[in-house]
């Protein structure tokens, strides 16, 4: 008897089609040939019957001996028949036992063309084999009904209200087992990469010092975070549109909503790579980042795995791990998609996504974002990388986080403009009754010392074992009670070897790092403000001000090879919030990147320049701040300074110079007194200790002999009005 297959409704109605015949499909070849073992005399005078209802005049049918034969002829000329049949036992239908008697099984076999069946996506119908099935089974029962005396069906192709087999596609209900989970993992192996590509990105930043470099000219940790974040979700929104035709297309899922699954996509996207910053504080080095992501990868295939053996079947549970990893989420999101499909022949859409869980995902991932926004925010304030200064851990609970005006009004401003004289024999006193009040003590170091924790090497032939895992950790002493002055206006050199301490020093006083000991602090007029205040150099709460403030060239290059050498101006004057019309804010970017000497490279890529032109984009970078609209067309004096540094370097080779400028505008002054004075005073560190500080160029060359070569020196002429250096 004909077999019938449950099939699950689908929600719309399916068109049905009528079975083809089979002159339509071949209409001059053998259409039956068939086999048989023993009498079908009754089943093949149906057949006949059936055929010449539904079928055309040129319909055919014949009888071969033997399998082989059939099989042969069919080699022979594979469009010479359509389809064979091989009669194996249909006693059944034959038989005139009568009542309750039991009747057993017909078997038989159909054979039509592979090519016809595999090639097109309804083989099934088109090659014949249905409409042969159809005829066969109406045939078994009409021998059956004749041996009964009964009358016979009609043609199953004979079309009316009451008669006629039709076919619709529909989706088989089975069981979800191994396929369902196997596509839920595989999409947690699609999207790892994205995360892993984000903490190898954000550990190169760290290791190469990029992160350190922008941080110094002004850019916040969090600015930073966000905006990494957004341009790797950014970078990598093509892959949820990929995914989405993968699912779709290679019909992973075939009845759900595809604009619903793409929206899931969206919205995961943003938590998964909040969640990868996060992760990315426990990387420094980027050649551990892809290890890391594969250690994700488990951790997450891991939960996913327990999560459908045990957890997802408590409410607790399922939000709990759906919360502990925005992938896990979108995998049960895949999951649940797959297995309305295959279990219930049901898609998941946006009328039933309440009912089937769905909605319940969609919630946790849009919670997953700021769960891990959060995470990653807090985390890289804590833990922000090397040389950049941390929170302690329960920030969030100190006054002065949330209320930074308590943190200025902390500071004790009578001392740090009072007349207070630094005690050291090796530092000269120098005479401030020409200087204002409120132009003494711009920056004030009292008495810095900082200790850097070292991790010592392992000694040579030392073998590791589980006894001696902790490695020794050494102090280093970079800044050994140090204490100086800068003045309004006033420039200071730092000389010392390499290690000395001046980097350092350098990174304290623009609150890169924090001291040991002792004190660092800047007065400043804030942006909007018109009244000076006066801040630690090393409070967080106040650290945005004092970048803003403040610019630092760093003794690395921090530039990005795809921009041009403008608008790395354009970037630094954006992040420390440049105030001036666009017009205005593009002739001071010129006249900037024109003082160091690079008006020829204007809007060239910074990967096109020379070591030395890279380095005199970092000094324009460093120099960008607010400026007075009256003063920016006027060269600043930074040009003089880079010919008396080449000067020096050239007489001298010293191996490093640092600068400090106490004005919000370092070294850009362009009056002729003060380029003759442009370094009005030096300090001299050896070993993190201030052996000389001096406030005169000629008392630096007797003390210190460091412009003497072959019994010349270098002189400046304090009378001449020219920016030239006489020898």
Known sequence: MLQVSLFVKPEADPTVNR??????????????????????????????????????PSISIQSFSDLNTLNNFHAYSPAGLLAGINFLNVSAATATTSGNASLGLNQYQIYVNESSWFLDSNGPINSGYTTVLAYVERALQN?????????????????????????????????????????????????????????????????????????????????????????????NFPAIFLATLLFFVGQLLQLSSWPLFLLLLIVFLPGHMFQAAFLSIFVQ??????????????????????????????????????????????????????????????????ANATELGVTKV?????????????????????????????????????????????????????????????????????DLTGLKPEERGIIRVRDVTKVFKIVQKKKE??????????????????????????????????????GAGKSTLINMISGNQSPTSGSLTVRLIPPGATEPITIEASNRATAPLLRVAMGVCPQFDCLFPAMTASEHIHLIAAIKGVNIET??????????????????????????????QRRKVSLAMALCGNPQKNDLKKQSSSTFVQKRLEQIEKEQKLKELSMIGSDSQPLSKSSRNESSHIISGVSDIRHGSLQIQMSRNAKLMKALGCLRTQNRHLSIDEESESDEMKI
Request: with cysteine.
């Open 19 to 56: 079975l083809p015949t089979l002159t339509s499909i071949c209409s001059s070849c053998i259409h039956i040939g068939y086999v048989n073992s023993s009498n079908i005399d009754p089943i093949i005078k149906s057949l006949a019957s059936l055929l010449s209802e539904s079928e055309s």
């Open 143 to 235: 021998a059956f009904r004749e041996a009964r005396g009964l009358p016979p069906f009609r043609s199953p192709l004979a079309y009316s209200d009451i008669n006629g087999i039709g076919w619709a596609k529909f989706s088989v209900r089975g069981s979800s087992g191994f396929l369902v989970f196997f596509v839920s993992i595989y999409f947690a192996f699609m999207f790892y990469v994205t995360q892993q590509n984000l903490i190898q990105r954000i550990a190169r930043d760290k290791e190469k010092l990029i992160k350190h470099g922008l941080v110094m000219m002004g850019l916040g940790e969090t600015t930073y975070l966000f905006a990494i974040v957004a341009s790797e979700t950014a970078f």
């Open 285 to 350: 080095q980027e050649r551990l980042a892809g290890g890391f992501g594969f250690l994700i990868l488990i951790a997450s295939l891991a939960l996913h795995g327990v999560g459908l053996l045990t957890v997802y079947a408590s409410p607790a549970g399922e939000i709990l791990f759906m919360l502990a990893m925005p992938v896990v989420a979108m995998a049960r999101a895949v999951h649940l998609f797959k297995s309305s499909e295959v279990d219930n022949g049901v898609g998941i859409t946006f």
């Open 362 to 430: 969609a919630v946790m991932l849009v919670v997953d974002i700021f769960f891990w926004a959060f995470l990653a925010w807090y985390g890289n304030t804590v833990m922000p990388g090397q040389n950049i200064p941390n929170q302690k851990l329960g920030f969030l609970f100190s006054s002065a986080y949330w209320n930074p005006s308590r943190a200025v009004s902390g500071v004790d401003e009578e001392a740090i403009y009072g007349n207070d004289v630094i005690e050291n024999e090796n530092v000269e006193t120098v």
């Open 461 to 498: 032939n030392e073998k590791t074992s589980i006894f001696n895992l902790k490695k020794p950790i050494e102090s280093r002493q970079a800044s050994d009670h140090i204490s100086l002055d800068l003045h309004s206006g006033s420039c200071l050199a730092l000389l010392g070897h390499n």
């Open 583 to 612: 017009k205005t804010l593009n002739e001071y970017v010129e006249a900037l990147l024109v003082d160091v000497g690079l008006e020829a490279k204007l809007d060239q890529f910074v990967d096109t320049l020379s070591g030395g």
